[in-house]
């Protein structure tokens, strides 16, 4: 298992009150390893501190804790592309993984770093406040759909403190539902998520893990992040994405659904009628190939192979695979899912 250590840790001195920003200096001051600095607010903006993140192992090893980068919560869902979810809401923008089609190469020039929102107490009352007003339920809350916070909590301990809170504020119609790619659940293991905690698991075939999500733990040690989660009464979301296109995958991806499927069916605590599922087919937005290239040169030009050019394509100029192609997937998608998993509630399959 790999743990993510911080190289640098900033605190932007008007959170140095808040217990995460306690908690990190108390780690991280006297850590040899990890060079910790308390800043200016207004420094946290510009090349102030030095050195200042300029490669892409530098901007996702180092953690600010400011408040510059307000909380902020999304509607979803329903009459939106994300269906996943009825709300998104990040305390932490940015993320130690390398996957190489991540949309957040865009926002690396803005945000060249791992910021960490310090202020829980103020988003868990604009959530209960928002639960108040939106009465439909079972309602799902994202938690980091801009950061991988299972990955993050051994060196942080954030997703801990929102559990705990969660957990004491919610009954389970209320759900708090965060996406990982790691198998770092040691640490969620000694909580009681009392039922109001989904846990989305991105799967894919080994081959494409191994070539495009560098850093992430291998598909087995997420199978067994699974059972170990749904053993600790954590519920279960499956994330089947992206959905690459390649000669000869319908087969691979069948199986793996297969695979994924038997191995639950092991798995003490899996009730699939509690599962809820999406699949994502691989999509890029306008000057993505450009934003790869610059970032993971070695894989560009076979990540974007097939989709079509943006000219072709007008809807949120994003590229597509064709069609004909899309069509194929999602009918493999949509077989799999109902051969696979018929008593989860498929959430989207696209
Ligand atoms: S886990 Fe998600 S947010 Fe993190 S690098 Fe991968 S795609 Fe980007």
């Not at 690396?108 to 960490?116: D, H, M, N, R, S």
């Not at 749904?230 to 959905?243: K, M, N, V």
Request: glycine letters at 4%; one cysteine or more; hydrophobic letters at 35%.
């Amino acid at each position: 298992m790999r743990i993510f250590n911080p190289s640098v840790v900033i605190i932007d001195n008007d959170s140095l009150d808040f217990p995460i920003a306690k908690r990190f200096k108390k780690l991280y001051s006297d850590n040899p390893s990890t060079r910790y600095q308390e800043i200016d607010h207004e420094d946290i903006c510009f090349d102030q501190f030095q050195p200042f993140p300029k490669t892409l192992v530098e901007m996702k090893s180092t953690l600010v804790v400011t408040r510059r980068y307000g909380f902020a919560v999304e509607k979803v869902g329903e009459g939106t592309y994300d269906l996943a979810s009825d709300y998104i809401f990040n305390v932490v923008t940015g993320c130690p993984n390398f996957c190489s089609y991540c949309m957040q190469l865009y926002t690396l020039q803005e945000v060249p770093y791992i910021a960490i929102y310090p202020d829980l107490e103020s988003a868990m009352k604009m959530i209960q406040g928002i639960c108040q007003t939106d009465e439909r339920r079972p309602l799902i809350f994202e938690l980091g759909n801009m950061a991988d916070m299972v990955e993050l909590e051994p060196a942080t301990g954030i997703l801990s403190d929102v559990i705990r809170q969660w957990a004491d504020t919610f009954d389970p119609e209320v759900q708090l539902q965060v996406v990982t790619k790691s198998d770092n659940v040691r640490n969620l293991l000694e909580l009681s998520p009392k039922g109001t905690v989904r846990v989305g698991i991105t799967l894919n075939l080994p081959e494409f893990i191994d070539s495009y999500e560098k850093k992430t733990a291998p598909l087995e040690q997420r199978l067994s992040a699974i059972r170990e989660l749904l053993a600790h009464g954590y519920r279960i979301h499956l994330i089947f994405s992206p959905i690459f296109y390649r000669e000869g995958v319908f087969l691979k991806y069948r199986e793996l659904f297969k695979h994924v499927k038997k191995f639950l069916s092991d798995c003490r605590g899996f009730d699939e009628s509690d599962v809820t599922i999406e699949t994502l087919t691989f999509f890029h937005k306008k000057g993505g190939h450009h934003e790869i290239l610059r970032h993971y040169p070695g894989v560009a030009e076979e990540l974007m192979q097939y989709v079509e050019c943006p000219e072709k394509q007008t809807y949120h100029e994003r590229y597509y695979y064709p069609d004909k192609i899309f069509k194929e997937l999602n009918s493999l998608l949509t077989e799999c899912v109902e051969t696979y998993f018929p008593k989860a509630q498929a959430k989207s399959i696209k």
